[in-house]
C-alpha cells in the first residue's frame, strides 16, 4: 500500500508544479499518512478501508495550497524592508527581527534559519514555504495562515500565536516553550518531539496530528481538543489541565495523565 499512498501524494501535488519547500512537505505529509495507515491496520480495518480512510484525512491540497505563487519573480534587490511584500523570494539566513511584517506572504519561499524574532506577523502567510529551524522566539503570529511548509526545528519560545491555523505542516522537533498559544488549530500536522514547555495553551485544537513525545511538561492547557490525534507517547507530567481537557483526554485511554494537576 505504500506505492499506493506514494502515488496519492504525488498526483496530489502534481498541479502545483515546484516550490522551495516541495521535496520536504510532500516527504513529510507521505509519512504522516504512512503512520496513519498503520494506526489503521493495527485497529483491525481492512487495507482498503484503512487506505480510504487514511486519504480522506489528508484534506483539500487546493486548500492548503491556494495561496502560493509557484511562478513569482524573485527580487534581486530586496531588503528587509521590503523583502514581506513578496512571494517565492529567497531569504535564507536573514535577520529581519524586530520589524512589522503584518499582513506579509512569505509564500513559497525560502526562509530557512531567517531570525523573525520580536516580530509583527499579523495576518502573515507563510504557505508552501522552506523555513526549518527559523527563530519567531517572541514574535506575534495573530491570525496567521501556516499550509504545507517546513518549519522542523523552529523556535517560537515566548511567542504568541492567537486565531492561527497550521495545516499540513512539519513542525518536527520544534520549541514552543513559555509561548502563549489561543485559538490555534493544527491539523494534520507532525508534531513529533516538540516541547511546549511551560506555555499557556488556550482553546486550541490539534486535529488528526502526530504528537509523538510532544512534552507540555509544566504547561497550562485549558479548553484544548485533540481530535483524532495520536498522543499515546505524548508527555503530560506536571501540565495544568482544566477539568473537561481532563476527561476528554481521558477518554483517550492511551493517554498516559498520571503526573498530571486538574483545577
Given at each position: 500500500?505504500?506505492?499506493?499512498?506514494?502515488?496519492?501524494?504525488?498526483?496530489?501535488?502534481?498541479?502545483?508544479?515546484?516550490?522551495?519547500?516541495?521535496?520536504?512537505?510532500?516527504?513529510?505529509?507521505?509519512?504522516?499518512?504512512?503512520?496513519?495507515y498503520a494506526d489503521?491496520?493495527?485497529?483491525?480495518?481492512?487495507?482498503?478501508?484503512?487506505?480510504?480512510?487514511?486519504?480522506?484525512?489528508?484534506?483539500?491540497?487546493?486548500?492548503?495550497?491556494?495561496?502560493?505563487?509557484?511562478?513569482?519573480?524573485?527580487?534581486?534587490?530586496?531588503?528587509?524592508?521590503?523583502?514581506?511584500?513578496?512571494?517565492?523570494?529567497?531569504?535564507?539566513?536573514?535577520?529581519?527581527?524586530?520589524?512589522?511584517?503584518?499582513?506579509?506572504?512569505?509564500?513559497?519561499?525560502?526562509?530557512?534559519?531567517?531570525?523573525?524574532?520580536?516580530?509583527?506577523?499579523?495576518?502573515?502567510?507563510?504557505?508552501?514555504?522552506?523555513?526549518?529551524?527559523?527563530?519567531?522566539?517572541?514574535?506575534?503570529?495573530?491570525?496567521?495562515?501556516?499550509?504545507?511548509?517546513?518549519?522542523?526545528?523552529?523556535?517560537?519560545?515566548?511567542?504568541?500565536?492567537?486565531?492561527?491555523?497550521?495545516?499540513?505542516?512539519?513542525?518536527?522537533?520544534?520549541?514552543?516553550?513559555?509561548?502563549?498559544?489561543?485559538?490555534?488549530?493544527?491539523?494534520?500536522?507532525s508534531l513529533t518531539?516538540?516541547?511546549?514547555?511551560?506555555?499557556?495553551?488556550?482553546?486550541?485544537?490539534?486535529?488528526?496530528?502526530?504528537?509523538?513525545?510532544?512534552?507540555?511538561?509544566?504547561?497550562?492547557?485549558?479548553?484544548?481538543?485533540?481530535?483524532?490525534?495520536?498522543?499515546?507517547?505524548?508527555?503530560?507530567?506536571?501540565?495544568?489541565?482544566?477539568?473537561?481537557?481532563?476527561?476528554?483526554?481521558?477518554?483517550?485511554?492511551?493517554?498516559?495523565?498520571?503526573?498530571?494537576?486538574?483545577?
Amino acid at each position: 500500500m505504500e506505492k499506493e499512498l506514494e502515488k496519492f501524494i504525488t498526483e496530489a501535488f502534481k498541479p502545483y508544479g515546484s516550490f522551495p519547500a516541495r521535496e520536504d512537505v510532500t516527504r513529510e505529509l507521505l509519512s504522516n499518512l504512512k503512520d496513519r495507515y498503520a494506526d489503521l491496520k493495527a485497529a483491525g480495518e481492512s487495507d482498503s478501508d484503512a487506505y480510504q480512510h487514511t486519504i480522506d484525512s489528508f484534506g483539500d491540497v487546493s486548500e492548503i495550497m491556494e495561496q502560493v505563487d509557484y511562478t513569482a519573480e524573485k527580487p534581486s534587490d530586496s531588503t528587509p524592508s521590503d523583502v514581506h511584500k513578496f512571494k517565492g523570494i529567497l531569504l535564507a539566513d536573514a535577520d529581519i527581527s524586530n520589524t512589522n511584517l503584518s499582513n506579509g506572504d512569505f509564500s513559497g519561499s525560502a526562509l530557512q534559519n531567517t531570525n523573525f524574532s520580536k516580530s509583527d506577523m499579523t495576518r502573515t502567510t507563510l504557505n508552501g514555504a522552506a523555513v526549518s529551524h527559523a527563530s519567531f522566539q517572541g514574535a506575534k503570529l495573530l491570525d496567521a495562515t501556516i499550509h504545507a511548509s517546513d518549519l522542523e526545528g523552529a523556535n517560537f519560545d515566548e511567542a504568541t500565536l492567537r486565531g492561527s491555523t497550521i495545516k499540513s505542516t512539519n513542525l518536527n522537533a520544534a520549541s514552543f516553550k513559555n509561548a502563549t498559544l489561543e485559538k490555534t488549530t493544527f491539523k494534520t500536522t507532525s508534531l513529533t518531539h516538540v516541547s511546549f514547555e511551560g506555555s499557556t495553551i488556550t482553546g486550541v485544537t490539534f486535529m488528526t496530528s502526530n504528537l509523538d513525545g510532544v512534552v507540555f511538561k509544566g504547561a497550562t492547557l485549558k479548553d484544548v481538543s485533540f481530535r483524532h490525534s495520536e498522543v499515546k507517547n505524548t508527555i503530560f507530567d506536571g501540565a495544568i489541565i482544566d477539568k473537561i481537557t481532563y476527561e476528554l483526554l481521558k477518554n483517550m485511554t492511551k493517554a498516559n495523565l498520571e503526573h498530571v494537576i486538574v483545577k
